[in-house]
């Protein structure tokens, strides 16, 4: 499948990537304004996941969806039990 223009692909979903831009600003301003009042999160692992998915977005280099994926994703662990098929 031949990629979209990049001109397009901005037309097309420039309103979206605008969109969940501002979700995620006022997502990070609510954590802000929790931390005003005392809290302090200090290294939450969570957040630190947050701001190095940020840092991917950033980086121009491509295969951005799949290295976002992977800040996010655990490990792989050799002794994970199997799924079990439903019946």
Known sequence: MKPLPANKALDNYFFEARC???DIAAILDRINRGQDTGE???NDPRLEK???ALD???DQSGGR???IQQVFSLDYDPT???PKPRY
Request: glycine content about 6%; proline content about 0%.
């Open 80 to 82: 994970w039990e199997k």
């Open 20 to 22: 969940k831009l501002l």
């Open 56 to 58: 991917v977005l950033l």
């Open 50 to 52: 947050v701001r190095k």
């Open 65 to 67: 969806a799949e290295r």
């Open 40 to 42: 302090v999160l200090g």
